[in-house]
């Protein structure tokens, strides 16, 4: 699999409508054989800047990703219902940062996290840059030490990616069941010392890192009210 991953600036109080579109872009995506949205996450504010929407896709190889660059930027095989979309998402977007990336071999692909049933109202969402050329190195770490860790506290990974167009920038996403599962992770994680935190935890692979939590849209499959 391939993912491109969006973290979008919100103009003024649009953040709602905004995700909203994206989930109807989705539909359409999905239909089209473009992409497939895995998440649309807004920021809580007091976590990291806001206001911002996530979003992340899924594509399913490189070649996958060429086909729908094509639909982008190749005239006879545009995608007649991007420019009105593009149009009508400026009135809420600003700009934002977009990510190509590459899944660890332990990451979930859409389908895997859709019959795991998953429910999560907040997720945990962590951008780290490791020492140059330890990317792989830190894969290792995060499935043999903090996946156990993580998982030991009852967070579910949503998945863990790397930015091969970005040098050593690894993206990892968890899941919790609720906002008191979540502070009571953290909290426990300070009491022990780890001030930054399980998701962060410190390694000599580890150059920086930042962290912020995620409420997504009703319409996401993991959304918990949208229980079958």
């Keep these: 699999m391939l993912y491109l991953h969006e973290i979008i600036d919100i103009v003024g109080t649009g953040q709602e409508k905004y995700m909203q579109a994206v989930v109807e872009r989705g539909r359409h995506s999905q239909g089209e054989g473009i992409s497939r949205l895995v998440g649309c996450w807004k920021v809580i504010g007091s976590t990291n800047r806001w206001p911002r929407v996530v979003n992340l896709w899924e594509m399913d190889s490189w070649g996958h990703w060429a086909q729908t660059l094509e639909r982008q930027f190749v005239p006879e095989k545009k995608d007649a219902a991007l420019a009105p979309w593009w149009a009508k998402a400026t009135e809420w977007r600003s700009g934002g940062f977009d990510r190509i990336l590459e899944p660890a071999e332990f990451s979930p692909t859409r ?80 009491r022990n010392g780890n001030a930054k935190g399980f998701a962060n935890l410190d390694t000599e692979l580890l150059i920086e890192s930042e962290t912020m939590w995620l409420v997504p849209s009703g319409e996401c499959f993991f959304y918990p009210q949208n229980q079958s």
């Design 111 to 190: 389908a895997e996290l859709l019959r795991s049933g998953l429910r999560s109202w907040v997720c945990i969402h962590s951008i780290a840059r490791t020492r140059p050329g330890t990317s792989s190195e830190y894969f290792q770490f995060l499935s043999s030490q903090v996946l156990p860790a993580a998982e030991a506290e009852g967070l579910k990974l949503f998945g863990a990616y790397r930015a091969p167009m970005r040098s050593d920038e690894i993206i990892v996403i968890w899941a919790a069941e609720d906002f008191r599962h979540a502070c009571g992770v953290f909290e426990a994680a300070s």
